[in-house]
């Protein structure tokens, strides 16, 4: 990324971080985005500025297809970079808001090595494959 990309997190506890991401969104959502990262944290982004489009610039770099692309993801931070991927876990302690998003649930939270589980289930399938 070649302009300078400045975030901000605050904690505002759990139902705080949502109203002032609302407020945030409302009053300034022409410049930046809200959006909670979880545990009542606030991230404040330049609009335009997620892990999606991130992970767009080093899949084009590394000459990888998005639907080859497998995220985790436990909070609402993550949404745009689930909306990108082809394959998507939602961790089973993340914002409950994830859950319905159709995605599947990972077998064990990020508190029991959930990503590590997965990703050796996905790595051994592709072996076997």
């Not at 997190?9 to 759990?14: D, K, L």
């Not at 991401?21 to 335009?48: C, F, P, Q, R, W």
């Not at 931070?77 to 939602?90: I, K, P």
């Amino acid at each position: 990324i070649e302009e300078a990309v400045t975030s901000v997190t605050a904690n505002f506890g759990e139902q705080a971080s949502e109203q002032v991401g609302e407020y945030v969104n409302a009053t300034l959502g022409e410049i930046v985005h809200a959006t909670t990262s979880g545990m009542g944290a606030l991230d404040v982004l330049a609009k335009g500025v997620n892990k999606a489009s991130g992970l767009e610039k080093l899949l084009t770099k590394l000459a990888i297809a998005p639907e080859d692309l497998t995220v985790f993801g436990d909070g609402m931070n993550d949404v745009e970079m689930m909306q990108l991927a082809g394959q998507v876990f939602v961790m089973p302690n993340g914002d409950a808001r994830l859950m319905d998003l159709g995605y599947q649930i990972a077998s064990f939270d990020n508190n029991a090595d959930g990503v590590l589980y997965e990703a050796e289930r996905i790595l051994a399938q592709e072996i076997n494959n």
